[in-house]
Nanobody
């Protein structure tokens, strides 16, 4: 499956962005679809995953309700809605996919990656 992330940009603190991850060559409902982010000088960090069978898992910060992962099977696209953005959310955001992963927060376990989209939050 090929993944194309988009929707990043520059936003002020407190603002919102919706990232999209369009898939081709595969059906997203067959895959566990994750979002990660990587800030300069830091390791890639798990944000959220939506599992092939439904249900989603978030990291501790995302569980506070600022981020929501969803998918539109008809459009073969996964979204990450980000609200109340903070400067510390600044990073390159990546979408990832895997058929059989169980260790959802481990970036090394995902087989497929998109190219990343930059999110910059100004204070």
């Amino acid at each position: 499956v090929q993944l194309q992330a988009s929707g990043g940009g520059l936003v002020q603190a407190g603002g919102s962005l919706r990232l999209s991850c369009a898939a081709s060559g595969g059906t997203i409902s067959d895959y566990n679809m994750g979002w990660f982010r990587q800030a300069p000088g830091k390791q890639r960090e798990f944000v959220a995953v939506i599992r092939w069978g439904g249900g989603s898992i978030y990291n501790a910060d995302s569980r506070k309700g600022r981020f929501t992962i969803s998918r539109d099977n008809a459009k073969n696209t996964v979204y990450l809605q980000m609200n109340s953005l903070k400067p510390e959310d600044t990073a390159v955001y990546y979408c990832a996919a895997d058929l059989t992963i169980v260790d959802f927060s481990n970036a090394n376990k995902y087989a497929f990656w998109g190219q990343g989209t930059q999110v910059t939050v100004s204070s």
